[in-house]
């Protein structure tokens, strides 16, 4: 098994004393290259933490998180950035598209921060399977959502990732700009290989994954292969109940 990401035994506490919130309780999970993962929980379960310390944003308490085969819980600032830059793409709810620049400016614009030049395959590559080749020297202003967003998707994509994060990716799309999205994330883990770990609370999105992981209370409590929005709903409401 070739993972592109895992965590072993995370732990997480935000606070101290007595007003300690205990966010990650000893997760562990492993996530395989070119896969598709939702994280799914109640609001407070610890979906976005795990995330966050998965990509690098947030230094978990104990345990290890690997990325790339790095383990990355250890470093030091400055290379745990470089990492962050180089391993790690990210897709939120809002685009964060620079207004000023073109789309494919907008793409581009990692690997410029980063003095790495294009390579022109790959983004072919993934302009093709986003299908937004009309629309790479259009603002995103004269773009709509969906486009914005799947620029936001190329532009996560470019730096050939080893995990694209995507929180709430579609959060602020309508159901049929969240479905082509979704179908989009899809393909980019069948045609370009990429690993995808989403954040969600909507079963019909997680049910574009190849699995979903339910946490409840900091702590893993479901794994569900080849989720339908049904059994992910029904899952959901059992962690309710």
Excluded: W
């Excluded at 795990?50 to 790339?68: E, I, K, T």
């Excluded at 383990?71 to 790690?88: E, F």
């Excluded at 909507?202 to 059994?231: K, Y």
């Amino acid at each position: 098994m070739r993972l592109a990401c895992a965590a072993e035994e995370l732990k997480k506490t935000y606070g101290s004393g007595d007003t300690a919130v205990p966010a990650l309780r000893g997760v562990s999970a492993g996530f395989e290259r070119g896969t598709f993962t939702a994280v799914m929980g109640p609001s407070g379960s610890g979906k976005s933490t795990l995330m966050h310390c998965l990509a690098g944003l947030d230094r978990v308490d104990s345990g290890q998180v690997l990325l790339g085969g790095v383990v990355i819980s250890g470093l030091a600032d400055r290379a745990l950035t470089k990492v962050r830059r180089d391993r790690v793409g990210f897709v939120f709810q809002s685009f964060n598209l620079v207004p000023t620049l073109t789309a494919l400016q907008n793409i581009l614009l990692p690997l410029d921060l980063a003095g790495r030049r294009p390579d022109r395959d790959r983004l072919d590559l993934v302009v093709q399977a986003l299908r937004i080749g009309d629309r790479l020297e259009h603002r995103p202003s004269e773009l709509s959502g969906g486009q914005q967003q799947r620029v936001a998707v190329a532009r996560a994509l470019i730096t050939e990732p080893d995990v694209l994060f995507a929180d709430e990716p579609t959060g602020a799309l309508d159901s049929t700009t969240a479905t082509t999205l979704l179908s989009f994330l899809r393909r980019s883990c069948r045609e370009l290989g990429q690993t995808i770990v989403m954040v969600t609370h909507d079963p019909m999105a997680a049910s574009f994954a190849d699995r979903a992981l339910l946490l409840s209370d900091g702590l893993i409590v479901q794994e569900i292969h080849q989720p339908t929005p049904d059994l992910v709903l029904n899952a959901m409401r059992g962690l309710a109940a």
